[in-house]
């Protein structure tokens, strides 16, 4: 069965530092997602891409964060300038159109990402 | 602006018995959509079903069962005969017929215990 993959499933990083994450989503899907989820609390939304740009953004996807499709396959969520507070797991996820209507949402495995 | 409330923050019960998880959800809009996603331990989530805001036909899928009503705003989501594979955290999710964002609820914490 098709799933979104991400990599890698746990990143450590100093504060300052850059991370980007990856994510490979089900390969007939067009609309694709970045969420994060601190330890213990909702599931919140980051960004959505659609045709090669950003359709939909968060008050948290500040100028630190960037999205990118540098091929075919892959979606990236780059963090220019990690801070503590950035600790949280980030999920993938991608949904296809049907009937011209976008549908529900697969999510990869998630990656945790741990700011020190 | 749109919003999901799931009052139960954690819930327990013993195998076998029936649970239901409350949604409610606010929203302007006429059409939308409503999502259950399941996160088990491991910390994946799982989507469990999917329903149209024009669509209040309820739906059973073995031993998960769901009670859309629009007049309360509710989407409720009952587990029969529970077991302990089911313990997990429960996300209720909203989504605009426009819009690309899924709106979570806090999400409930359901143990099962043997």
């Known amino acids: 069965e098709p799933e979104v993959t991400q990599t890698p499933s746990h990143q450590v990083t100093q504060m300052g530092q850059e991370v980007i994450l990856r994510c490979v989503p089900i390969?007939?899907?067009?609309?694709f997602y970045w969420y994060r989820q601190i330890l213990g609390q909702k599931v919140e939304f980051l960004v959505s891409f659609y045709n090669n740009e950003i359709s939909e953004k968060s008050e948290i996807f500040d100028d630190q964060f960037s999205v990118e499709r540098p091929d075919g396959s892959n979606f990236t969520l780059k963090i220019r300038s990690t801070k503590l507070e950035d600790s949280a797991m980030y999920f993938c996820a991608s949904s296809e159109e049907r009937d011209g209507m976008n549908t529900e949402a697969f999510f990869g495995q998630g990656t945790r990402l741990t700011v020190v | 602006a749109q919003k999901v409330t799931q009052a139960q923050t954690e819930i327990s019960v013993v195998e076998k018995e029936d649970v239901t998880l409350d949604c409610v959800y606010e929203?302007?809009?006429?059409?939308?959509?409503l999502f259950w996603y399941k996160q088990p331990p491991s910390g994946e989530l799982v989507f469990l079903i999917r329903?149209?805001?024009?669509?209040?036909q309820n739906e059973i899928s073995g031993r998960y069962s769901w009670n859309f009503q629009k007049s309360t705003s509710s989407f409720n989501f009952t587990i029969t005969a529970s077991q302990v594979v089911d313990s997990a955290v429960y996300f209720c999710?909203?989504?605009?017929?426009?819009?690309?964002?899924?709106?979570f609820g806090p999400g409930t914490r359901l143990s099962v215990l043997p």
């Open positions: 929203t302007r809009d006429t059409t939308y959509y």
């Open positions: 390969s007939n899907h067009l609309y």
């Open positions: 329903r149209n805001s024009f669509d209040e």
């Open positions: 999710a909203l989504r605009l017929n426009y819009g690309q964002n899924f709106v």
